[in-house]
């Protein structure tokens, strides 16, 4: 079985899904994630799917379930590079992919991430010039 | 009725004896009809080809258009057909080129009286017959993938993506949108969206005279799939007949963003991104 | 394993794991891609593929995808037949339902790849097992 590599970048973790999945990949890749967030502490996760050519309704719950299970591990996820084709089918499909943050690419996608972090009071609020992708 | 090999014979050796006067009488009868779009002798061309091909198709035995001995006669014939399609000449027009042969032909045979000449004459104007109908079948396929062709390139022509500023297009929609075009826009939007790296789109309707339940399903989709991706839409230019359908039908539009204008519309783009836009800035005159 | 799929040949793929579910995506990605559908509804069909797969290896047990090309003579399409020998659908319209699921899943598999495609047939016995077919058509 094959396995999504995980890249460690900065305060970000950088899942790059080059292989069309099978199922068991998915749900290795859903495990691994888990457990690299809590080892390295990072606070945000980005999911790039620019290489797939579909996703269908497994894909597509691993996506809200890793976005959920980050959540509760204080970090948040971006998935970027969706393809517009996969787009349009996505939606006809019915999928909605609830309460999962979306960007165009890698770089918009860390600067919600850094947006997000900057309006936590907490964090060294340095608000850079953050051009901010306004998500639903 | 179909040709027998003898009168296949037959009918090439009548052919090619009388070559010249039957393809000048042909030529004749076929640029009276389409007085003088053809020049004479681009129509004596194609006739010269007809009759050749015919008399080869002829000389081979054939006994039906569709059997292997016309397989020459056919290609001719297409040709033929799917030129004077191109050109603009009528159904008629393109299937009197074949017909004119017969009467030609009948002129011909009524000089050569035998006991066997209108048994033949049947036999060939069938063939004839053949010819004409399979005239019509590949002019009206030739036409058919032209208007196809034309509404493709007007699809292509009428659903422009423009940049607006730094991270903002705009797809100002013009003219009915039915489902094919609704796709196209929505495919080339969303394209558009990856390939400039831009979060904001706005679709401008107002030049869209109305809007039904479908093409409102459509716009929606491409909102939902454009957030999918990353990115926010806002409609501007609805109109107060649209805006009244809309309620009126029960379109729910969310909680998507809505500008009576596309000026209005950039100006909330811009306050999103952080561009300060001010309104009263005195104009500067010369 | 993925061969060249010509008119009237149907290429056939067994579903008994996870991969084959994967292969059955990229057969019938070449053939999509061979019967020139555009992108998109090359997209839209290998997502109903998996969908329809993943229910056969799920609820089927296991089960067989046979892909062909199919021509009506003014376009060209692809056919996909899933068929298993599993349980059956003892209640069609409710499994054709959005949401309705009996394996965890989303329940979005058979009622979305229904939208996703140009036909859809669906026969199932209680008992015997189930077949679906879904045909694409180029524009």
Redesign the interface.
């Known amino acids: 079985m094959e396995r999504v590599p995980i890249l460690k970048i900065g305060d970000i973790l950088l899942v790059s899904i080059q292989v069309d999945m099978s199922d068991q990949t998915a749900i290795q890749l859903q495990e691994d994630l888990a457990e690299r967030i809590v080892a390295t502490s990072c606070h945000g996760v980005i999911i790039d799917i620019t290489a797939l050519d579909i996703v269908d309704s497994f894909v597509g719950r691993m996506l809200s379930t890793i976005a959920s299970i980050s959540k509760v591990l204080d970090a948040e996820t971006v998935v970027v590079g969706m393809r517009p084709a996969v787009a349009i089918t996505l939606v006809e499909l019915g999928l909605s992919l609830n309460g999962i943050r979306t960007a165009l690419n890698v770089e918009r996608g860390m600067e919600l991430i850094a947006a997000s972090r900057a309006d936590e009071p907490d964090e060294g609020a340095d608000d850079e010039d953050t051009e901010t992708t306004a998500t639903a | 009725m179909a040709l027998s090999a003898e009168q296949g014979g037959r009918l090439a050796h009548l052919l090619s004896q009388h070559a010249d006067r039957l393809t000048n009488r042909w030529t004749e009868i076929v640029a009276s009809s389409l007085r003088g779009r053809l020049s004479r002798a681009e129509l004596a061309r194609q006739v010269q080809e007809l009759h050749r091909a015919l008399v080869d198709a002829g000389r081979q035995g054939v006994s039906d258009l569709a059997d292997e001995h016309g397989g020459e006669l056919r290609a001719v014939l297409s040709e033929l057909s799917t030129n004077r399609a191109r050109q603009g000449f009528s159904a008629t027009e393109t299937a009197i080129s074949v017909f004119a042969c017969k009467d030609a032909l009948l002129e011909l045979m009524e000089e050569e009286k035998g006991d066997d000449t209108l048994r033949d004459f049947v036999a060939f104007s069938a063939l004839v017959d053949q010819m004409g109908l399979f005239t019509f079948e590949t002019f009206v396929r030739a036409r058919e993938s032209l208007i196809a062709d034309q509404a493709e390139q007007l699809l292509e022509l009428s659903t422009p993506v423009v940049k607006l500023w730094e991270g903002v297009v705009a797809v100002p929609l013009v003219g009915t949108l039915d489902s094919a075009r609704a796709q196209v826009v929505m495919e080339r939007l969303l394209q558009t969206l990856v390939d400039t790296g831009s979060p904001y789109a706005i679709i401008d309707i107002t030049g869209v005279p109305a809007v039904d339940t479908q093409v409102a399903q459509h716009i929606l989709k491409t909102v939902v799939a454009a957030r999918l991706m990353g990115a926010d839409c806002i409609i501007s230019g609805i109109r107060p007949q649209i805006a009244q359908t809309i309620v009126a039908l029960g379109i729910e539009f969310g909680d998507i963003a809505t500008k009576a204008s596309l000026a209005d519309a950039l100006r909330h783009v811009l306050r999103l991104t952080g561009v300060e836009t001010t309104a009263r800035r005195p104009r500067r005159e010369s | 394993m993925t061969t060249g799929v010509d008119l009237g040949v149907p290429a056939t793929q067994a579903i008994r794991s ?2 084959d ?2 292969r059955v ?2 057969l019938v ?1 070449t053939t999509a891609v061979a019967v020139r559908l555009s ?2 509804d ?3 069909l ?2 109903a593929a ?2 329809l797969a ?1 229910n056969t290896l799920i609820y089927g047990g296991g089960g067989s995808a046979e892909v062909s090309t199919v021509e009506d003579g003014r376009r060209r399409g692809v056919r996909i037949l899933f068929a298993d020998e599993g349980p059956g659908i003892p209640d069609l319209d409710l499994a054709l339902t ?1 949401g309705y699921t009996t394996g965890g ?2 329940g ?2 058979l ?3 229904r ?2 495609v140009d036909d859809f047939d669906i026969q199932t016995a209680v008992g015997e097992g189930t077949r679906i077919t879904v045909t694409k058509w180029s ?1």
Do not use: H, Y
Request: proline share 0%.
């Open positions: 996870d991969e579910v994967v995506r990229q990605r992108l998109v090359q997209t839209k290998v997502t998996s969908e993943r959005d899943g989303l979005l598999g009622s979305g790849a939208r996703l524009r």
